[in-house]
């Protein structure tokens, strides 16, 4: 089992920046590549990021460049940097845990790849 416990949401204005982390615990975390999810009201779930065993990260095409990943594996710690949040943003983020090992975008865009789940961090940009 893999534990994973998001940090790092709030209440915040429009522009400002926000970066989210996701510490990982019960199995080796550089075994296994992470995502992150997130779902607004009234939607389903998306993807959003992800990295690889090897730090290869991919990305959803909505959000060009306001988004960075990345991992700490002396940490157990994956984390998304926000940049020029707008109220669009607004929603639970996951983190998730992919044990598998895959080339492509195509691995990690599918919340159905993923093994273990966090219970999300809120964020929420206000106008």
Known sequence: QVQLVE??????????SLRLSCV??????????????????????????A?????STYYTDSLPGRFTISRDNAK?????QMNSLTPE??????????????IGLGC???RDEYDYWGQGTQVTVSS
Request: net charge positive; charged share 15%.
């Open 7 to 16: 940090s790092g949401g709030g209440l915040v204005q429009v522009g400002v």
């Open 24 to 49: 990982a615990s019960g199995r080796t975390f550089s075994n296994y590549a992470m995502g992150w999810f997130r779902q607004a009201p009234g939607k389903e779930r998306e993807f959003v990021a």
């Open 51 to 55: 990295i690889t065993q090897s730090g």
């Open 76 to 80: 157990n710690t994956v984390s998304l």
């Open 89 to 102: 943003d607004t929603a639970l983020y996951y983190c998730a845990a992919d044990a598998a090992h895959c």
């Open 108 to 110: 990690y865009k599918h």
